[in-house]
Nanobody, 124 residues
């Protein structure tokens, strides 16, 4: 069992930056791919980014490539999402997720553990 707790959300103007953090209750580097998803009002939860167990591989949805960076610090059991050049369409609740699946998973059912989410709001 892994508990995940997100932090760092808030309200920012378009073009601004936020850094989201996710703290895990136990070591995740030996087993878990870590990812961020987001869910806007009235929409399905969608994949944003993932990072492999070692941190050597990353994956991003096209809409955030070049603006968002996912990273992990295994010694501290944390994963972060640096979000730059934010747009109003990035407004959503952002969720941290952990899963043991093989690399490349982008579907929410493929992840085993979830945080409670943190709100990100971008004003125009």
């Amino acid at each position: 069992q892994v508990q995940l707790v997100e932090s760092g959300g808030g309200l920012v103007q378009a073009g601004g930056s936020l850094n989201l953090s996710c703290a895990a209750s136990r070591r995740t580097d030996s087993r878990y791919t870590m990812a961020w998803f987001r869910q806007a009002p009235g929409k399905e939860r969608e994949f944003v980014a993932a990072i492999s167990r070692t941190g050597l591989s990353t994956d991003y949805v096209d809409s955030v490539k070049g603006r968002f960076t996912i990273s992990r610090e295994n010694a501290k059991n944390t994963v972060s999402l640096q979000m730059n050049s934010l747009k109003p369409e990035d407004t959503a609740v952002y969720y941290c997720a952990a899963g043991t699946m093989t690399w490349g998973a982008r579907q929410k059912y493929e992840y085993d553990y979830w945080g409670q989410g943190t709100q990100v709001s971008v004003s125009s």
